[in-house]
């Protein structure tokens, strides 16, 4: 590994499951940390056998979320509902800095192995328990996805066109919040840890995550603590010269409005509209009329050039304004391609494909380390076990017959 990683000294041991907790130990495996993937012996993490898969071809090494989610770490197959695995799983966390789990409130305890018991095991532990709800209160023991948490959290009210039904933003936007939110709050803890000479138990709800998330709706909660706002969906452009319009090759989103519609007035060569009364001052251009009656202005303006053709327009007269890259695009952007954004990582099932970087780069002479590649279940089972709990070739045999890893 080239240079020194911030979490280079640091073990974790995860026993998280589909999307929230093994963004969480992924954004940790990244900076250094050695992350041990726990999984159930035979299935793996459910996440393994979720949507898309290369080529539409199911299998539990072919899940391209899983390989997203799980770049960097080991896999070792253990069921820690087992006895001799819970012995296993305690050892393992007697050499580690950090368990994160994302189980049910009072799941851990049913297995023998709530904070106390982990607590005693290792006093400098960091515990980071991720949830639907948090670990106490009156939702505690629902369940939930992401669009439930989107939707309680109070975003999902303003999302959307104002003609139509609420909508929530695209993917799993509110899982990696809640799981990027507890990589943060574990780095902070293990600093607490150190400094202290005492672990804790962090507890990272889901549902409060989504609640002060980036978008908007830490705002959209101010406005209504401040003034008793309570927003509303907009339409599909709600000021002057906004809202997606196509290309000669693909679609450009525009934000004017008041303060800039002048300048893209000129942009698209309407100057005469500075001598019409409706378009002379800046509170004429805010009227809905205005906003309806634009489009006929900028559409054949848009239409007749190309999406860089566009920006390049916007950026010379000051317009606020970018392209809807597609997927290829996106890979192809000079910013990402210059900066080496995007990562090949081969794998020996899937082969070598592309993912994106790290969530920030540490400048120093030494390049940022490759990630690994996600783990093949079980990989690393016996190099764990056999070569650093010390358990001999025909103990591990042994449990392997007894379905214990």
């Not at 851990?108 to 106490?136: E, K, R």
């Not at 890979?331 to 969530?359: M, N, W």
């Not at 089972?381 to 650093?388: D, F, H, K, M, R």
């Amino acid at each position: 590994m080239a240079g020194i990683m911030p979490l280079d000294d640091v073990r974790v041991i995860d026993l998280t499951q589909g999307a929230m907790g093994p963004f969480c130990t992924r954004v940790l495996a990244d900076y250094g940390a050695d992350v041990i993937k726990i999984e159930p012996p035979g299935a793996g993490d459910p996440a393994r056998m979720l949507p898309p898969f290369l080529a539409d071809e199911p299998g539990p090494e072919r899940s391209g979320l899983f390989l997203f989610l799980n770049t960097s770490k080991r896999s070792v197959t253990l069921d820690v509902t087992r006895p001799r695995g819970r012995e296993l799983l305690l050892q393992l966390v007697r050499g580690a800095q950090v368990v994160v789990e994302s189980f049910k409130p009072g799941a851990l305890a049913q297995l023998g192995l709530d904070y106390a018991t982990l607590h005693a095991a290792n006093p400098q532990l960091v515990l980071t328990s991720i949830t639907n709800f948090g670990q106490h209160g009156p939702y505690a023991q629902f369940e939930a996805e992401s669009l439930t948490a989107y939707a309680m959290g109070g975003a999902m009210l303003q999302a959307g066109d104002v003609d139509h039904e609420p909508l929530k933003t695209a993917g799993r936007m509110a899982e990696y919040q809640a799981g990027l939110s507890a990589a943060l709050a574990t780095s902070l803890a293990l600093l607490g840890a150190e400094r202290r000479g005492a672990g804790e138990h962090l507890d990272v709800s889901l549902f409060e995550t989504a609640t002060h998330s980036i978008d908007q709706r830490l705002g959209r909660l101010l406005g209504y603590e401040h003034g008793g706002h309570v927003g509303t969906r907009t339409g599909l452009a709600s000021m002057v010269g906004s809202g997606v319009y196509p290309a000669a090759d693909g679609f450009f989103f525009f934000t004017a409005g008041v303060q800039y519609i002048t300048q893209m007035i000129r942009m698209i060569g309407h100057e005469e509209l500075f001598e019409q009364p409706e378009w002379a001052t800046a509170e004429a251009r805010a009227h809905p009329d205005r906003i309806a009656e634009f489009p006929q202005y900028l559409l054949p303006w848009s239409v007749s050039r190309t999406m860089t053709e566009i920006r390049d327009a916007c950026q010379e007269f000051g317009v606020l304004g970018g392209p809807l890259n597609t997927i290829p695009a996106l890979l192809a952007d000079p910013s990402f391609v210059e900066r080496k954004f995007f990562q090949q990582i081969d794998h020996p099932v899937v082969g070598p494909q592309t993912y994106p970087g790290y969530h920030f780069t540490l400048h120093r002479d030494e390049p940022m380390p490759p990630r690994r590649h996600a783990p093949l279940l079980g990989a690393h089972t016996e190099a764990v076990l056999c070569g650093e709990l010390r358990l001999g070739a025909a103990e591990l045999a042994e449990l392997r017959r007894e379905g214990v890893v």
